[in-house]
């Protein structure tokens, strides 16, 4: 038997969201591939604002993704590589969702409609980084057909990254 897909919905951030993914993500086994703790409300108002400038600027960025009651689930969508280690300079497809989404499926579904609107939007291959010990992560990039391409060490933390790539 098929698992329904989830509904979910993908949107450029508010303002307003920035309140809403620091309250999601203030979980720390949420964070704990991204530094292990929650970042503070600040952080989520300037990516938010960051958000909004890329999908004016490149038609995508990082949306806010709602399950099917438009609660705030997280975010998935991309953005260009910008540190000056890994694929710098490409386009990163990312996600994270609060704890009470994983394992539903809404992160695969996300990163699907992203890919589509990717596409859409003429980019012609993306790049996933994800900590080495992110399986749940790793998963995703697997049902999305991305295969393992580069590893990397990150600077800040000493931890092995690894690059997915997919052409579309």
């Known amino acids: 038997m098929t698992r329904a897909l ?12 920035a309140f809403a993914w620091h309250r999601v993500f ?9 530094g292990g703790h929650p970042a503070e409300l600040s952080f989520y108002e300037e990516l938010t604002a960051r958000q909004r400038r890329h999908d004016a600027a490149l ?5 806010t993704l709602t399950d099917g009651g438009d609660r705030v689930a997280g975010f998935t969508g ?5 540190r000056e280690w890994g694929p710098t300079g490409e386009i ?4 994270r969702l609060g704890r009470e989404h994983w394992g539903k499926g809404y992160a695969t579904e996300a990163a699907r409609q992203t890919l589509e609107r990717l596409r859409a939007a003429g980019v012609r291959d993306v790049v996933a980084m994800v900590d ?9 990039t697997r049902r999305l057909g991305m295969r393992l391409a580069e590893t990397f060490v990150r600077p800040e933390s000493g931890r092995e990254a690894h690059c ?5």
Do not use: K
């Open 6 to 17: 989830p509904v979910v919905r993908l949107r450029v951030p508010t303002h307003e969201d």
């Open 26 to 34: 203030g979980d720390p086994e949420v964070m704990e591939f991204l």
């Open 59 to 63: 038609g995508f960025c990082l949306w």
């Open 78 to 82: 991309a953005q260009p590589w910008e």
């Open 92 to 95: 990163e497809i990312g996600w």
């Open 132 to 140: 080495a010990r992110n399986e749940r992560s790793a998963a995703v």
């Open 164 to 168: 997915y790539r997919l052409a579309l």
